[in-house]
Structures are given as structure tokens and as C-alpha cells.
T-cell receptor, first 113, second 113 residues
Framework: NAGVTQTPKFRVLKTGQSMTLLCAQD?????MYWYRQDPGMGLRLIHY???????AKGEVPDGYNVSRLKKQNFLLGLESAAPSQTSVYFC????????????FGEGSRLTVL | GENVEQHPSTLSVQEGDSAVIKCTYS??????FPWYKQELGKRPQLIID?????GEKKDQRIAVTLNKTAKHFSLHITETQPEDSAVYFC????????????FGKGTTLSVSS
């Protein structure tokens, strides 16, 4: 099993450009999450999903959109990238929303110039 | 919503010493408290967790204690080794709809030999 896979791993964008990060998991997990990690700020929850076709806002949802059209995939979109969105993005999944171990992807480093 | 405070932000110890990281949470409905370790350039991984019906849990050199009344929990690492050097994140999760796991800002632990 590959676990949680994120694509791409690195990306450089110009301000105003759009892009989509793809997260795929092969563990049949119900729940999927997008976090961003910034120095000194820890892991902050952007959006999450409690099942196929559902999405919910986390702590820092502004400027991002998500979709969960298939159970195994969770997409994070930036419609108009800003320098403040320069970060490392982690996708995670688990089988229990509130009490289960999170399995993280390797991370995607995004730089917005 | 839930807010998790973590202290200290950096911690330096000598090999063989003990290390303690403390976290406080705000939502009394939280009942699951995991700890994640993130080595440099890697993804976060679960090292230990505790549920609200338990006061202490141990796994070899690591232990976690929980004080629900005071709303704080701590990670204890004994006999530290250089390979314990990493960033440690605490987290809390209220067992209710519309929420997910919220992380603290992290503690960078450095163990020198």
C-alpha cells in the first residue's frame, strides 16, 4: 500500500495563478484533511471531509477550495495564489474522525512569488 | 472552537536527560489527545495518544499525562537519545460534529550527545 500520496511535491507559482493539489489514499479511509505548516505556526487545518461528496471548513479556510468527488481523493485548490499561501501542505486521512491516528502524506512545498 | 497552546517552543537537553512538553486546551468537550513527532523533512507520525478516561499512558521511554480538570496534558520522554531530536506536536479533538483534530504550534527538541 502506498498510504497517502500527494501530487505535486514542489511547485512555484506567481501571484494570481491557480493550482490544485491532489491527495490520494488507498486505505479506504472515510476522513481526509488538508493542513498547512508554517514555521512557528504548527499544523493548521484548512478543510476536511467526513466522506465522499462532503467538505467542511477548518481553522484557516480562506483562499482555498476543496472537493471530494471520490472517496480516495481529496483536492485542494488555490484559485488566485497569494504570497501568504507559501507553505508546506500536508494531506492526511484516517478511519475515525475524532479518535483515530492520522496518516500523513509526504507534504507539498508551495512557493508563491 | 478548540485552541491548543504548547510550551516550550524549543527545548535543548543532554543525552540521557528527561524532556517534558506541556499543552493546554480550551474546549472541555475534547476527549482525545495525540502526540505527533516530525523529523526534519519528514511527515508527522503518531507516537502516543491518550483518551479522556485515562490519566496516564506509557510506551517504553515516552509517557503522556492528562489533567482534565486543568485542561492540560504533557509528554514525558525519559533517557533522551539523539534520535529523539525532532518537532513534537500535541493535538486535541472534541468528539462532536463540525470539528476535527487541532494541533499546537510544536516544540523543537534538540538532544545533544
Amino acid at each position: 500500500n502506498a498510504g497517502v500520496t500527494q501530487t505535486p511535491k514542489f511547485r512555484v507559482l506567481k501571484t494570481g495563478q491557480s493550482m490544485t493539489l491532489l491527495c490520494a489514499q488507498d486505505m479506504n479511509h472515510e476522513y481526509m484533511y488538508w493542513y498547512r505548516q508554517d514555521p512557528g505556526m504548527g499544523l493548521r487545518l484548512i478543510h476536511y471531509s467526513v466522506g465522499e461528496g462532503t467538505t467542511a471548513k477548518g481553522e484557516v479556510p480562506d483562499g482555498y477550495n476543496v472537493s471530494r468527488l471520490k472517496k480516495q481523493n481529496f483536492l485542494l485548490g488555490l484559485e488566485s495564489a497569494a504570497p501568504s499561501q507559501t507553505s508546506v501542505y500536508f494531506c492526511a486521512s484516517n478511519q475515525k474522525l475524532h479518535t483515530g491516528e492520522l496518516f500523513f502524506g509526504e507534504g507539498s512545498r508551495l512557493t508563491v512569488l | 472552537g478548540e485552541n491548543v497552546e504548547q510550551h516550550p517552543s524549543t527545548l535543548s537537553v543532554q543525552e540521557g536527560d528527561s524532556a517534558v512538553i506541556k499543552c493546554t486546551y480550551s474546549d472541555s468537550a475534547s476527549n482525545y489527545f495525540p502526540w505527533y513527532k516530525q523529523e526534519l523533512g519528514k511527515r508527522p507520525q503518531l507516537i502516543i495518544d491518550i483518551r479522556s478516561n485515562v490519566g496516564e499512558k506509557k510506551d517504553q521511554r515516552i509517557a503522556v499525562t492528562l489533567n482534565k480538570t486543568a485542561k492540560h496534558f504533557s509528554l514525558h520522554i525519559t533517557e533522551t537519545q539523539p534520535e529523539d531530536s525532532a518537532v513534537y506536536f500535541c493535538a486535541a479533538s472534541p468528539n462532536q460534529a463540525g470539528t476535527a483534530l487541532i494541533f499546537g504550534k510544536g516544540t523543537t527538541l534538540s538532544v545533544s550527545s
